[in-house]
């Protein structure tokens, strides 16, 4: 069993906190907390609460809160940490992973430069292979590099240019926006086109970025540019073999993320996450060597199961495509067409 503990309980942190927790070769160790608000109060039930140092630990008594002691005595009984921490907070986090020598996962709001290895697990699961210090790239570079991952393999790629349309922030959120506007980021490639190359080394890719009022989901619209000629079926056939990419046909009703989430919350899986890239199959157009795609991604939820898969490629534990299957069992993620 693979000890594992999670330092950052929001969006992302409380969800591999779950994902490790329902998988048989691993187990939470603790959560670090630092206030006790309505998330440790249900959190307290299932895992062991920590907080980040003896200062904390007043309000959570007064909360009523068990804490189980500080970040260091988590470090002491773990063997691995996963910090989710908010961006940039992994950086400053580091110095304590090394002098503990702990490994440690970030997450993709950290600097590539934080980790030996960036990782995906379709596309290059191998380079955390017993690393120390690896790096779980953003939602939006995860849903890219898994739909790109299998059109590269079979009919190599030329140059991508993807348009990211951006959920503003994430639905707990009421602080950030905007709330009714559309604004592009005005730097073009945006910061996604040189992430995805830290996974998918020698890509030639671009990418813009535009945030949009909602919360749901991000859109991609993709243009592939391929070495040899596809169809549009080969391209569908291409990714059949992969669990992580569903496909919405035009019979599914689906038109929009409002119901691709409602989708996901039909499929009664743990908090209604949609780990899954999902493509809309009718969107998927050839043009002499070029492919254009349209896909869906649930940014809270896409990188949960590459950082259980990256945590058994750190301690050599299972080979990709093992990993793969038994997070994905456990996650209950299935090859699904609509
Ligand atoms: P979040 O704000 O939802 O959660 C961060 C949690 O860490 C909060 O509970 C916060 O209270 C806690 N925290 C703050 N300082 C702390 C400290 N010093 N020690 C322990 N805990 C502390 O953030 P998030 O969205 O889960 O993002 C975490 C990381 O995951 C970031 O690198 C982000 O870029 C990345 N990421 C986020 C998304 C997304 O859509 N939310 C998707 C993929 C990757």
């Given at each position: 069993m693979i000890r594992v503990a999670i330092n950052g309980y929001g969006t992302i942190g409380r969800r591999v906190a779950r994902a490790v927790s329902l998988q048989d070769d691993m187990i939470v160790t603790g959560i670090v907390k630092t206030k006790p608000d309505y998330v440790s109060m249900v959190a307290s039930k299932d895992f062991k609460i920590f907080v980040p140092?003896?200062?904390?630990?007043k309000a959570f008594q007064d909360a009523g809160i068990k804490v189980e002691g500080t970040f260091e005595n988590l470090i002491d009984d773990s063997e691995i940490v996963v910090d989710a921490t908010p961006e940039g907070q992994g950086e400053k986090n580091k110095e304590m992973y090394v002098n503990r020598k702990i490994k440690a996962i970030f997450e993709g709001g950290e600097e590539p430069e934080i980790a030996q290895a960036s990782f995906n697990a379709y596309s290059n699961f191998e380079e955390a292979r017993s690393k120390d210090y690896v790096r779980v790239v953003s939602c939006n570079t995860t849903a890219l590099a898994r739909t790109l991952h299998p059109i590269r393999e079979r009919f190599g790629i030329k140059f991508v240019d993807a348009t990211i349309v951006r959920r503003a922030t994430d639905p707990n959120d009421s602080k950030k926006g905007p709330i009714n506007a559309v604004e592009p980021s005005l730097s073009i490639p945006s910061h996604h086109a040189p992430d995805l190359k830290t996974v998918m080394a020698g890509l030639n890719v671009s990418t813009v970025a535009i945030k949009a009022p909602t919360t749901l989901m991000h859109v991609h619209a993709v243009r592939v540019e391929l070495e040899k000629k596809a169809s549009k079926n080969d391209i569908i056939e291409a990714w059949r073999g992969y669990r992580r990419i569903m496909e919405v046909g035009k019979n599914s009703g689906i038109t929009s993320t409002g119901q691709m989430m409602d989708l996901a919350r039909e499929f009664g899986r743990d908090r209604s996450d949609l780990y899954e890239i999902a493509v809309w199959s009718q969107s998927v157009s050839v043009d002499g060597n070029h492919v254009s795609y349209i896909q869906a991604v649930h940014q809270e939820s896409d990188v949960v199961p590459e950082n259980v898969d990256a945590i058994r490629s750190m301690f050599d534990t299972a080979d990709r495509e093992r990993s793969i299957s038994m997070t994905d069992g456990k996650l209950r993620i299935e090859k699904r067409v609509f």
């Open positions: 140092d003896k200062s904390f630990e």
